[in-house]
């Protein structure tokens, strides 16, 4: 079973639109989280970290759900800009010099 | 800042020759890493180095070789290519829990 994953898409939503994508991970002791933006044919980029009590960043929420394992990215008001893969990302208590990522989740914003 | 860098971009190999895959970073970050990424993966770990002078095993080592340099430099070995290889390999580097990512060399191995 892969330690990360995300429903790969691609989700096609108009400008405007709200959309929300989830990530499941199988380890429990899973400790940090975070969110990677990849545009084609380019590195991933560091788009938020995961907090337990969940946390906001602009138009991007991001939240975790410990007891069913899993963790969540909500865009509201979608930009074409914000076209891209979205990666899940995790990391465990045990080696924080390992890190897991989901295969990723493809969005499309259509004007 | 140049952040992190890879040479080279792209590159093609035939089966059994060796290439070296090179990243630097400027950010004086101690822990770096190698990735690789094929379609429907995600990124797996090949190696990484937690600081100067300790290397360690990912979740796909086999056929690859790496070493820390130095500081800055963080090297990737193939010895013998094979076309499983073939792949877009990101070097990283990190503070804290952030990753910090080079722009990737597209290797494929004929």
């Known amino acids: 079973r892969k330690e990360v994953e995300q429903d790969p898409g691609p989700f096609n939503v108009p400008e405007g639109a709200t959309v929300a994508f989830n990530c499941t991970y199988s380890n429990s002791a899973s400790q940090s989280f975070f969110w990677y933006r990849q545009d084609c044919r380019k590195e991933p980029k560091l788009l938020m970290s995961?907090?337990?009590s969940g946390n906001e960043d602009g138009r991007f929420t991001a939240q975790l759900n410990r007891a069913s394992q899993y963790i969540s990215l909500l865009i509201r008001d979608s930009k074409l800009s914000d076209s891209a893969t979205y990666l899940c990302v995790v990391n465990k208590e045990d080696n924080f010099n390992k890190f897991y990522f989901g295969s990723g989740t493809k969005l499309n914003v259509k004007p | 800042n140049a952040g992190v860098t890879q040479t080279p971009k792209f590159q093609v190999l035939k089966t059994g020759q060796s290439m070296t895959l090179q990243c630097a970073q400027d950010m004086n970050h101690n822990s770096m890493y190698w990735y690789r990424q094929d379609p429907g993966m995600g990124l797996r770990l090949i190696y990484y180095?937690?600081?100067?002078?300790?290397?360690d095993k990912g979740e796909v080592p086999n056929g690859y070789n790496v070493s820390r340099l130095n500081k800055r430099e963080f090297s990737l070995r193939l010895e013998s290519a094979a076309p499983s290889q073939t792949s877009v390999y990101f070097c990283?580097?990190?503070?804290?829990?952030?990753?910090?990512f080079g722009p990737g060399t597209r290797l494929l191995v004929l």
């Open positions: 180095s937690a600081s100067e002078g300790t290397t």
């Open positions: 990283a580097s990190s503070v804290g829990r952030a990753q910090y």
């Open positions: 995961v907090y337990s």
